[in-house]
């Protein structure tokens, strides 16, 4: 889909562990796989 999805994700879990500026959407299309 994206090129740079897993860096994000990545990213996303380093900088922000426990989740803070997640959403909903997120939860559900980004990080469920």
Not at 4 to 31: A, M, V, W, Y
Request: proline share 6%; charged share 30%.
């Amino acid at each position: 889909m994206y090129r740079k999805l897993p860096e994000f994700i990545e990213l996303s879990k380093k900088c922000d562990p426990q989740g803070k500026f997640r959403n909903e959407f997120l939860n559900t299309n980004i990080f469920s796989s």
